[in-house]
């Protein structure tokens, strides 16, 4: 056994009590890949007492093995014609979130889908830059609770690794990502080559027939590298193509890849089928031909006779589409999360339909069945899965970055961050998120800018990038409150504009007046308003499809085709009247002279007068202000020459200047005319 180690206070007491041999940290991340790394990054910056297992010799070793042809289909937009940092992380979607400008991905690639080494050499040098604490080459072979009512969470996380050295820790991290292959069995599946093994090289593949199982990104990532050279090539899966154009899901089959479509319904000999894979069967003859056949015709046959024995469908249907036979049959059904070190204590259980590949998470990223327990980075897609972006670096970066706002609130009593504004920023202070936010914008339906109003709404707090499936545990989730009601700020697309049979290029597709914004279909900022915090229950009953329980009101930003929110009147006029009608003020700025109408004629002033004028908060006195104040009968009319004397008028212009530097035109206070206004 290994010394024990004990790296806090908390560590010292428990090795004293228990005399065993362990490593304790409060933090233990499984997996260094993008998503551990993020994470350590974050618990850094933090001072928290942490550590990164990894089991291989180096981060990110799924990216030094997957995809298998190299290329990511991971954008890499090194221009986008703005400095912002913050806009310009929008379109770059695989750095990860650092005060290190060194760490910016665009620095590793010029390619537009750049190659996997490419993020190889990014992770690596994420962790050595930043000191990030890894241990290398430590495989975490099985997670157990102990009990224990002192622990942060009531029981301790005990690991151990392949050398059976023993971890315990307080919260745990898993951030191993999804690396398990899928695998349907069926009869001859043994035939099957997987993706994970097969040949790279496309020579080997020419002259052949291939059938290839499967319809996502790795299959025609397979199919492209061959298409080229081999005699044909057929695809079956139990779905039909998903296109990332028209379900606006990233994970979705992407135009890089899609060669196959082209030669498919331009005939050229290639094609798609859908089928059940469960339902097939692969018989091999003896020149090592493969023939595709169904399980049940193989059900009370004796198949030790041969292929001569096996009834195929083309003996029933000579057309049957599968009937000529392959070469080879490549299995690409992507990847799944690896459940098998988890003891049962820890109730680490699959989702369930097309999610059980991922554990079963609440919309906070903690495990169902364990308190303590975050799952992080692509093992975390079940909650946005087909949605948003929450599987890939350009996603759970965010996420991720929640989870940690959530720790510190949770166990070191830090609040979620947030800043105070006056009344009068609120609508400004949306328009720079909406146009700006990378958060916001790749995370759209799952993360939200949350406003928390002040009493009287004289003021408002402002939260960034909270999931907004836990918006009823706010208050106790960020350690801020919510009496005086909020405004939620999130990104959707259209109801019914995504979906794998959805014509997206129809025509009138887009649309361009404020009066009809809610009909907006591309990705564009909606303002839920709600008087009080909404309650689980409305959380639980909300729509289909709505991210948020009905609000008391809401508001859509006319989409842009720009993404450009700063239109003064078709996108910051309605809003800005859509925020007055649900606060009951003007948000307008006004001028002195007009802030002084208002309070001879109005029971209440907007609040740019009440937070201004009135306490004395305004321009200092320049000629034109003096000028126009004389006009309009609001100060006496002093000659200059009561300052300067007899001296000669061509003298006078020094000391005039002299005179607007020294001298403010006074203001003085409004109270007692508000108080006799409010009087009448």
Same mark, same amino acid.
């Given at each position: 056994m290994a010394p024990a180690v004990c790296g806090t206070l908390l560590g010292l007491a428990l090795c004293a009590a228990s005399g065993a041999a362990f490593l304790y940290r409060d933090y233990c991340v499984l997996g260094a890949g993008p998503a551990g790394l993020q994470a350590a990054y974050f618990l850094q910056r933090a001072g928290r007492d942490y550590l990164v297992f990894e089991r291989s010799h180096a981060p990110g070793s799924f990216f030094a093995l997957y995809p298998r042809h190299r290329k990511l289909i991971s954008i890499n937009k090194r221009h986008t014609g703005k400095a912002n940092a913050e806009f310009n992380l929008r379109h770059d979607w695989n750095s990860l979130l650092s005060h290190d400008r060194r760490l910016l991905f665009r620095r590793y %690639?010029?390619?537009?889908?750049?190659?996997?080494?490419?993020?190889?050499?990014?992770?690596?040098?994420?962790?050595?830059?930043?000191?990030?604490?890894?241990?290398?080459?430590?495989?975490?072979? #099985?997670?157990?609770?102990?009990?224990?009512?002192?622990? !942060?969470?009531?029981?301790?996380?005990?690991?151990?690794?392949? *050398?059976?050295r023993s971890y315990k820790c307080s919260s745990l991290l898993v951030a191993t990502g999804t690396w398990v292959p899928n695998v349907v069995n069926f009869p001859g599946s043994e035939y099957v080559e997987g993706y994970e093994t097969v040949s790279t090289n496309p020579e080997d593949f020419a002259g052949q027939t291939v059938l290839i199982l499967g319809r996502g990104n790795s299959a025609f990532e397979t199919a492209e590298n061959i298409l080229g050279v081999?005699?044909?090539?057929?695809?079956?899966?139990?779905?039909?193509?998903?296109?990332? !154009?028209?379900?606006?899901?990233?994970?979705?089959?992407?135009?890089?890849?899609?060669?196959?479509?082209?030669?498919?319904?331009?005939?050229?000999? =290639?094609?798609?089928?859908?089928?059940?894979?469960?339902?097939?069967?692969?018989? $091999? *003859?003896? $020149? /090592?031909?493969?023939?595709?056949?169904?399980?049940?015709?193989?059900?009370?046959?004796?198949? %030790?006779? /041969?292929?001569?024995?096996?009834?195929? +469908?083309?003996?029933?249907?000579?057309?049957?589409?599968?009937?000529?036979?392959?070469?080879?049959?490549?299995?690409?059904?992507? !990847?799944?999360?690896?459940?098998?070190?988890?003891?049962?204590?820890?109730?680490?259980?699959?989702?369930?339909?097309?999610? $059980?590949?991922?554990?079963?998470?609440?919309?906070?990223?903690? &495990?169902?069945?364990?308190?303590?327990?975050?799952?992080?980075?692509?093992? &975390?897609?079940?909650? *946005?899965?087909?949605? &948003?972006?929450?599987?890939?670096? #350009?996603?759970?970066?965010?996420?991720?970055?929640?989870? #940690?706002?959530?720790?510190e609130n949770r166990h070191h009593g830090v609040p979620w961050p947030s800043t105070v504004y006056p009344i009068t920023q609120l609508t400004?202070?949306?328009?720079?998120?909406?146009?700006?936010?990378? /958060?916001?914008?790749?995370?759209?339906?799952?993360?939200?800018?949350?406003?928390?109003?002040?009493?009287?709404?004289?003021a408002f707090e402002y939260l960034e990038e909270y999931p907004v499936g836990v918006l009823a545990e706010l208050e106790m989730q960020t350690g801020r409150k919510a009496p005086n009601g909020l405004f939620v700020i999130i990104m959707e697309y259209g109801r019914n504009f995504s979906g794998a049979d959805k014509d997206v290029f129809y025509y009138n597709r887009a649309?361009?007046?404020?009066?009809?914004? !809610?009909? %907006?279909?591309?990705?564009h900022p909606v303002i839920y308003y709600y008087k009080r915090l909404p309650t689980e229950r409305e959380m639980r009953l909300r729509l289909p499809d709505w991210p948020l329980p009905r609000p008391d009101a809401v508001h859509h930003i006319v989409e842009d085709f720009l993404t450009d929110w700063t239109a003064p009147n078709a996108h910051v006029l309605p809003l800005r009247r859509f925020l007055e009608n649900c606060l009951g003020t003007d948000l307008r700025n006004f001028f002195a002279e007009s802030c002084f109408l208002f309070a001879l004629t109005r029971q209440k002033l907007p609040p740019c007068c009440q937070q201004g004028y009135v306490r004395m908060q305004g321009l200092l006195g320049s000629t034109g202000l003096?000028?126009?104040?004389?006009?309009?009968?609001?100060?006496?009319?002093?000659?200059?020459?009561?300052?300067?004397?007899?001296? +000669?008028?061509?003298?006078?212009?020094?000391?005039?200047?002299?005179?607007?530097? =020294? #001298?403010?035109? +006074?203001?003085?206070?409004?109270?007692?005319?508000?108080?006799?206004?409010?009087?009448?």
């Open positions: %690639s010029r390619h537009f889908f750049p190659d996997a080494d490419s993020m190889v050499r990014y992770l690596e040098d994420f962790a050595a830059l930043l000191e990030l604490r890894v241990q290398y080459n430590t495989a975490i072979i #099985h997670v157990a609770l102990e009990r224990d009512p002192q622990a !942060w969470n009531g029981h301790y996380f005990l690991l151990t690794d392949q *050398d059976r081999t005699n044909f090539i057929h695809m079956v899966s139990r779905s039909r193509v998903r296109l990332s !154009w028209a379900t606006h899901y990233v994970g979705d089959l992407r135009a890089i890849n899609n060669g196959l479509l082209d030669t498919y319904q331009l005939k050229s000999l =290639d094609g798609l089928l859908e089928g059940d894979l469960e339902d097939l069967a692969i018989v $091999k *003859d003896k $020149k /090592g031909k493969l023939h595709i056949t169904l399980r049940f015709y193989l059900e009370n046959r004796n198949t %030790s006779k /041969g292929i001569d024995s096996i009834t195929l +469908p083309q003996d029933e249907l000579d057309n049957f589409a599968t009937r000529a036979p392959y070469d080879r049959v490549i299995r690409c059904l992507g !990847w799944k999360f690896d459940f098998s070190i988890y003891n049962r204590s820890l109730r680490m259980l699959p989702g369930k339909g097309n999610k $059980k590949k991922y554990p079963q998470i609440k919309a906070s990223y903690e &495990s169902r069945g364990t308190r303590g327990l975050f799952v992080l980075g692509t093992a &975390s897609h079940s909650v *946005d899965f087909r949605k &948003s972006a929450g599987g890939f670096i #350009h996603g759970f970066r965010y996420t991720t970055r929640a989870v #940690h706002r959530l720790l400004n202070s949306i328009i720079k998120r909406v146009n700006e936010a990378s /958060g916001l914008y790749q995370m759209f339906s799952v993360l939200a800018d949350i406003i928390l109003l002040r009493e009287n709404a004289t649309v361009g007046e404020a009066q009809h914004a !809610w009909q %907006s279909n591309f990705l003096r000028r126009h104040a004389v006009e309009a009968g609001l100060l006496q009319d002093y000659s200059l020459t009561d300052f300067l004397g007899d001296r +000669p008028a061509d003298s006078h212009q020094g000391s005039q200047d002299q005179l607007l530097r =020294d #001298h403010t035109i +006074p203001v003085h206070p409004l109270q007692h005319l508000v108080n006799a206004k409010d009087e009448l």
